[in-house]
């Protein structure tokens, strides 16, 4: 009777981990697979006119602006590379620009513990940009200032203070043409929720508060110099031969993406055939054909039997085997197809 419950407990805890995976998307994964086959990542944003307290704001503004166009085709990449999306098309245009033009509102939010910044966007204005590149739904990225209390521990963590603190946050939102979120950042889709902030913009001077011998420790800026070091802090891209990565984007890209994974492939799974999707402009997807493997050599007649002693024949050369891939390639329909500008 105890084997036989532990063994339940086992399934559980299996069942658990693997057969009740999370869906965070509002829609359904057969309704998002069915729907939203062809997206667009809009330039990343940044919301100027944010809770952003630095005493020298517009240099802050200046070095996110930089680094956010810096590194969307690295966001981009990654997204094109999980397999989720039939096809991942970055959307050419000023930030600056684009985000007048479809943002009207703004919202400082505080849902289930999480204090966030909530946008949105004009419905028509949407509806039309996704309808001239041809797609059904669209990628947008904020980059803002918000103030919210935080606990930041010193070096040495035997102490900490808690209070307010200006921080850099990222939001995310995937709408449809018809202004529906069909999956925003942070999630609220998760058991456990978790929305870390993109940078401080502040920090707690425990040493000079040691060093004076006082309990009062005071909360300064990060100078210019300070955050754009930050910022220019980079790592190896997951794009072959292109530039580094600001590590700060990888941390954030690396959340965004964990909470966009489905716990089935959409596009390009083997359980069934799907028809493809048309090519934009058109055209006819190209897919990906292995190599016809090479005809059999004809076998050579027996030679007759002589008197005389026949030569030695030359030894028979082999040809070397194809070598075996160590892990198995994954072909996706986004990086099978080319990308074409859609017919005007």
């Not at 070598?323 to 859609?342: A, F, H, R």
Request: aromatic fraction near 10%; charged fraction near 20%; proline fraction near 9%.
């Amino acid at each position: 009777m105890r084997n036989l419950f532990r063994l339940a407990l086992l399934v559980m805890a299996v069942s658990a981990l693997f057969g009740c995976a999370h869906n965070y998307y509002n829609i359904p994964q057969e309704t998002l697979e069915k729907k939203v086959r062809t997206i667009g990542v809009a330039p990343i944003f940044t919301d100027a006119e944010s809770d952003i307290r630095h005493p020298d704001k517009a240099s802050i503004v200046s070095i996110v602006r930089t680094y956010n166009m810096k590194n969307e085709k690295e966001l981009v990449a990654r997204l094109r590379s999980t397999g989720i999306f039939y096809a991942v098309r970055p959307v050419e245009g000023d930030a600056t620009r684009l985000f007048e033009t479809l943002v009207w509102n703004r919202e400082r939010r505080d849902d289930a513990g999480i204090v966030y910044n909530k946008y949105f966007v004009k419905k028509e204005e949407l509806k039309q940009l996704l309808a001239q590149n041809g797609l059904d739904a669209m990628l947008f990225v904020t980059v803002s200032g918000l103030t919210k209390p935080g606990k930041v521990y010193s070096s040495n963590l035997l102490s900490y203070l808690e209070t307010d603190f200006n921080y850099l946050s990222m939001t995310a939102q995937m709408l449809d043409r018809e202004g529906n979120t069909i999956w925003e950042y942070p999630n609220f889709k998760t058991n456990r929720l978790s929305y870390p902030m993109f940078f401080a913009l502040q920090y707690p001077d425990f040493d000079e508060a040691a060093a004076n011998l006082t309990e009062k420790v005071d909360v300064k800026f990060k100078t210019v110099a300070g955050v754009n070091a930050a910022f220019a802090k980079t790592e190896a891209s997951s794009v072959p031969n292109a530039p580094e990565v600001s590590t700060l984007y990888v941390k954030q890209f690396d959340e965004m993406l964990a909470l966009m994974s489905t716990y089935k492939p959409l596009f390009g799974g083997k359980e069934k055939e799907r028809e493809p999707a048309p090519a934009p402009g058109g055209g006819a997807p190209v897919y990906y054909n292995p190599p016809a493997k090479p005809a059999a050599a004809p076998v050579a007649p027996a030679a007759p039997a002589a008197t005389a002693p026949a030569a030695p024949a030359a030894p028979a050369v082999q040809a070397a085997p194809a070598p075996v891939p160590t892990t198995p390639v994954t072909v996706t329909p986004g990086d099978i197809v080319p990308e074409q500008p859609p017919a005007k």
